[in-house]
Structure formats: C-alpha cells, structure tokens
C-alpha cells in the first residue's frame, strides 16, 4: 500500500508540495505600508544566505519586489543544522485584521482517541511553503537583504494568521474523513483506527485525499502503524 501510495511523501528537501487550494489573504486595518531596515548579516553567512535566497527564486517561492514594503530578516539554524531565513513580521501582524479561525485544543483531540489501537501520524515538510499567497498580498510580504527586496508567492513563516488559514484548508479538504477516521491539527494529521486491517484501508484513503490537493508528507517525521503515538 505505501509503494502505491508512494507519490504522498516527498523524495528529498527540494520535492515541495503545491497545494493550489490554499491561498492565503493578508487584511490590513489602514494602508500606511510598513517600512524596516535592512538589519545587517554577519558576513561568514553571506555566501550561505545567498544561496539559499536564490534556492527560493529559482524554485518560485519569492520574486522579486518593487512596492514599498519591506520588513527585516534573520537567519537561524535548525536542528538538523540546515538554515531558515525568518521574516520579523511583528509590525506587519499588528495591523493585520485577525483570522480567528479556531485551532483544536490539544486535549479534547486526544480524548476522541480513545478505544482506537492503531495510529499514524502525518507530518508535512516544509509546512506554509506547501500553500500559496494571494496575488494582492504578495506585496506585504516583501523581505529586504543585501541583494535587494523580495515578496513570497508561497506562505512564508511568522504571519499571524498562517495556522488559521492552514487549519481552516485541512478541515474542509479533509472533509467527510474528519473525525471519521482522522484528525487534522495544522500540519500533522492522525490517522486512528481500531484493527490492523482497517488502518492500512483508511491511511491508504487519507494518503489518497492528502495526494489529490498537492500535500507532500516528509518521511522522516512520519510515525505509521503504531499501537501509542
């Protein structure tokens, strides 16, 4: 079943989703554009961050941005020792109008487990990049760096209301499988189910459902057929 269902799971960092269905819109309350300094970079990182701002062009993640937007960047190191850029969004997010899209509470989506045996756990790599940004937003999200200013196309990290249209997208593309055999809690869904046989029947249908709306799973952060998660 994981061999057919295959096409779920990302082969490597450069195999991003496309999730066409999630386009993300940014409300501002007054139209005053914000407008931040270029903070400087420490220049043993120059050639990294270079390379990893181009990485984002040529794969259509950003492009090139000429409105008078702009907020700072820093860099941070993962755990897995790799680099994020990371856009400070705080001025931008205390005028954006807030999506109160409710996100689970933890808690209750654990006590809708109870009497399941099986479960597995679906894990998105490379989560807000997977989804887009509205045309008309782009603009708000422009980043200034040595080489210039650049506004995503994909969702970048740091927007206050990315997990809300997130939450939002997973709910309704899961749809009738929701609750029935699943859970979504932003980027991770759980699939439960009470014998062996029907849990390789129901994560082959949400590996399906995850398939035909662009989602890519990353392997490495995947937990299947386990009896405690």
């Given at each position: ?22 386009q ?64 400070d969004?705080?001025?931008?997010n ?16 654990l ?47 740091g ?43 129901q ?21 299947l ?5």
């Open positions: 079943m994981l061999y057919e269902e295959a096409d779920a799971f990302a082969m490597d960092d450069q195999d991003a989703g496309c999730i066409e269905g999630l993300m819109n940014i409300h501002l309350t007054d139209d005053q554009p914000i407008q931040k300094n270029y903070l400087s970079i420490s220049r043993p990182l120059y050639p990294e961050i270079k390379t990893y701002v181009e990485d984002l062009l040529n794969r259509n993640f950003i492009r090139k941005s000429k409105l008078p937007f702009s907020s700072s960047v820093v860099c941070v190191r993962k755990k897995d020792g790799g680099l994020r850029l990371c856009v969004y705080r001025a931008l205390q005028k954006t109008v807030a999506d109160i899209h409710p996100i689970p509470r933890s808690q209750e989506t006590d809708n487990l109870g009497g399941n045996h099986w479960f597995s756990v679906l894990d998105q790599g490379k989560t807000y990049h997977q989804g887009f940004m509205d045309r008309d937003s782009q603009p708000f999200t422009a980043f200034i760096t040595p080489w210039g200013l650049y506004e995503w196309t994909r969702i970048p990290f927007l206050m209301n990315a997990p809300a249209n997130f939450q939002r997208f997973m709910k309704n593309y899961l749809g009738d499988l929701r609750s029935k055999i699943c859970i979504p809690y932003l980027d991770d869904v759980i699939v439960f189910s009470k014998t062996f046989k029907e849990h390789v029947q994560l082959q249908e949400g590996l399906q459902r995850l398939k035909s709306h662009g989602v890519k799973l990353k392997p490495k952060k995947c937990n057929f386990k009896n405690e998660v």
